[in-house]
């Protein structure tokens, strides 16, 4: 549920046919090559996520659906009161752990990544490396500049890298935004606000992960949970869990560049640029006009 948007915006209609960006999101995925797609969301929405959604892909794609339940957490933790609110994406993709049994990908369900992005992914988890001292992961990165919204503040993962193109850092932004001095800034995690470059990489959650990072995420979450387990609204971000992995060595994660321009909906105002740019790629031919 989108708070910001003020509904369930992976079924709002965006393209010509009542499309959803979801819709286009699957359809290049499938042309990427991948074969599967599991739906990670709340058991409330099961029956309406089924019927408007998943029914549409049942025939071209292999489709699952896992729940993400407040009160699914390792043996030792619970609940604490007054908390209602999910704890971040890294519990939605632990969500499927009993599903997923080999390389995959993660996106958001409401953002627009772009064909070459999928293409890019899938070419990665296609040829895994074959050093076996880490594992290897990577994300598609977009320049900050072009992941902000005209209508409010956004929360965005801001990436480091080498001259590998390997992640070095990723630290998660809330509340970013132009200011009225112009400068572009952000509230990191420790609660001070910084100025943060328009050009740097940032990570919109579209994520290239072999099976292994469902151990690894299991127990990073489990340490998020010893230190902010009892407080009513702290979540665990993938990119923080990534980024923890990166230090400690245990894996590296390589920034792919596409070609594709990301865009989403964060504000009920954006939903008129994303109709606009989804009716630019049909006018260019990268979609058809009725992708049924």
Known sequence: MGSRYGGLKQMDPMGPNGETVLDYSVYDAIRAGFGRVVFIIREDFADAFREGVGSRFADRIQVDYAFQKLTDLPEGFEVPEGRTKPWGTSHAIRAARDLVKESFAVINADDFYGADAYVCAANFLTHPRAELARAHYAMVGYPLINTLSDHGDVNRGICATNEDALLTTVEEYVNIEREADGVVRGNALDGTRREVSETSPVSMNFWAFSHCFFDFLEHEFTEFLKINGKLEKSECYIPTVVDALIRAG??????????????????PDDKQHVVASIARLIEAGEYPANLS
């Open 250 to 267: 245990k894996a590296d994660c390589t920034v792919l560049e596409t070609s594709s321009h990301w865009f989403g909906v964060t504000y």
